[in-house]
């Protein structure tokens, strides 16, 4: 859909946005924006986000990303486990956005090929707020 020529920057959204975004409500004038995240919403795409990309993804942070894509091969170790941890933990400090003491990351090995990463941030919310990642050896 083209937006109307005379108003390039306002216009309205007809169609069903699919995918990770989410539109809010329509205004009185029936135009649609992207939906804000609320409170710890934030924090928790943040914590996903680095989680799940790998070390070049970001163009504006070329250092950030978790990188746990290097660890499929691996045997379902301990040592194992801790690596994919420490990587998570140099993720998500890299640049100051969460601390290290806020931050606890448990590898749980669910099966002889994958283990489980529950990430907790102690937040200033009243419940801690979980991720967690799975990781296909």
């Known amino acids: 859909m083209q937006p109307p020529q005379q108003e390039v920057f306002f216009y309205r959204v007809e169609a069903i946005i699919e995918g990770d975004l989410i539109t809010g409500e329509p205004n009185e ?12 919403q934030c924090a928790r795409q943040d914590m996903t986000n680095r989680i799940r990309t790998q ?3 970001w163009r504006s ?11 499929e091969g691996e045997p379902n170790t301990r040592e194992t486990g801790y690596r994919g941890a420490e990587q998570i933990l140099n993720a998500l400090t890299y640049d100051g956005r969460f601390n290290e003491e806020d931050l606890m990351i448990r590898p749980v090995p669910v099966s002889i090929n994958r ?3 529950y ?11 979980v991720v967690t990642e799975s990781l296909e050896l």
């Open 29 to 40: 004038e029936g135009l649609v924006d992207l939906a804000l995240v609320e409170k710890d």
């Open 55 to 57: 070390t070049g993804d």
């Open 61 to 71: 942070h070329p250092e950030l990303g978790a990188d746990l894509e290097l660890l």
């Open 115 to 117: 283990i489980d990463y």
């Open 119 to 129: 990430v907790v941030l102690d937040s200033d919310e009243t419940q801690p707020i």
